[in-house]
């Protein structure tokens, strides 16, 4: 079962991230530990990032890395094993820094189930706030961002 | 080495919980994932619970159990493999949700490197809020809450 | 890219599951952390079962669950952040026990970079060993298993 | 509670690493998943090398690390949420190599939940095999190593 479309007012503004519950990734209440959609948002923004062509501005070992400074996550409902979630994201560009927002939904109860948000910094090597490419600014500057976040399903 | 506790203001007025980075917590830049802090301030929560004497309203198998509601962190400098930290915990009650705030500590370089705060409720093994039982949410009245945080050194 | 079936026996004769190395799996020598392995390798495990339609007898709350009795892995070469990996996985059953068996393939340098095995029980919410259905055991007797592993390409 | 150290004929002959089971190292089982055995071996590890003064030889920013080459557990009982852990280490060389050896003892239930073992290589950071000071290869061949493992309870 893929998501459905219509009942989302603007699904293709964002990147979408298929993800299943690993059983590792449960915990003794039998759901999803509230520490691994913070690993989710990652992945997301890794796959948004890799889809988009950039990644070579995340490597470990090139000019770039982004240090996250602050994150966040407000969860509404609990995810179990093998559930197949979708990690919605979108990105934006506040001066030097980065921002993610992420909403965590789910194919079985078609509900948002968490939201959350990331800011990065760009740095060197050596830690330091580094200055990256115009171009790939530009690009995320023709990113869409939605300030009412998660996005609600249109009854 | 220990945390000096001249350098703090009100040290007492928090729980302390050391904790050292293990090698499998640490990223390809070196540092500590900053998911880990997460897992870092559940672990303190837990052990300031079971220093309380409070673990038997924190069991799986028992009559409540604490669900996450919203976290966030700050991250302010990186921690690397080995670093000795410590997380100093908050608590407070707000009607009927716990709040739980924390400061990340090296004792290596005697500065704050992440902050964070959760959000739990109390609910039962059907996902439902539970009551929590009035002697312990008056124990819970009278621990500290400093609405500054984290806590800065005094210099 | 995909893997290139020409180069190895049998590709048919096992189940292949794909998995990206994730940034906070990475550790402080830049590569996939060797405790992520046996997570990998859990995950390719579920893929599996899941493919074939044996999903309802891996549920938390079902009448059967997998306790691991055993469990080992061989490394032969790092992965490193967002490599393109493969968990090729095959099954057996000995008795009441059921095992599996793995190669983490790389498709950059297109060689197996590690293997393992894992030996499992199926147990009941008790943690007593359970007997799983006939129709369960016949189907596993029909899976491949080479005695030989992990595979090896053919030059 | 402490070890019993009446029980186990040569406790002394190896390293003791206490460790509790945290909330986010449960799953939908309500017992320890066993990728985090392999993580709790890995701290034993450190936790040695630590005390024994040898952590200068295991820095990733120092001449050498130490490569897994390969790792095995056996699992005997579930550990629960909470539970007091102690886990025994022996290690010893094997020409350029070392190995570690791992019981995993509970408190409560007072007996060996787990073993298992790990045998890594010494690594620079290009990756290639690197030779070990002459003192830290003495030191280490003057550890202990039983051949049975895990130690047995004399009762």
Redesign the interface.
């Known amino acids: 079962m893929s998501t459905d479309k219509r009942r989302f007012p603007s699904l293709m503004s964002y990147h979408v991230y298929p993800r299943r519950v690993?059983?590792?990734e449960?915990?003794?209440?039998?759901?999803l530990?509230?520490?691994?959609h913070?690993?989710f948002f990652?992945?997301a923004r890794?796959a948004l990032l890799?889809d988009r062509g950039w990644?070579e501005i995340h490597?470990?070992?090139g000019p770039y890395?982004f240090?996250?400074?602050?994150?966040?996550?407000?969860?509404f409902k609990?995810a179990?094993?093998?559930e197949a979630l979708e990690i919605w994201t979108q990105m934006r560009r506040v001066g030097a820094r980065l921002e993610f927002q992420y909403a965590l939904f789910s194919q079985a109860s078609q509900t948002v189930i968490a939201a959350g948000g990331t800011r990065l910094v760009p740095i060197d090597t050596s830690?330091r706030v580094a200055k990256l490419p115009a171009s790939f600014l530009e690009a995320v500057d023709r990113e869409s961002w939605d300030e009412a976040w998660p996005p609600k399903p249109q009854v």
Chains 1, 2, 3, 4 share one sequence.
Not at 26 to 31: I, K, L, N, R
């Open positions: 690993a059983y590792y449960t915990d003794a209440m039998g759901v530990h509230h520490s691994n913070v690993r990652e992945e890794v890799r990644m490597q470990p070992a890395v240090a996250v400074t602050e994150q966040s996550a407000r969860y609990p179990v094993f093998d830690f």
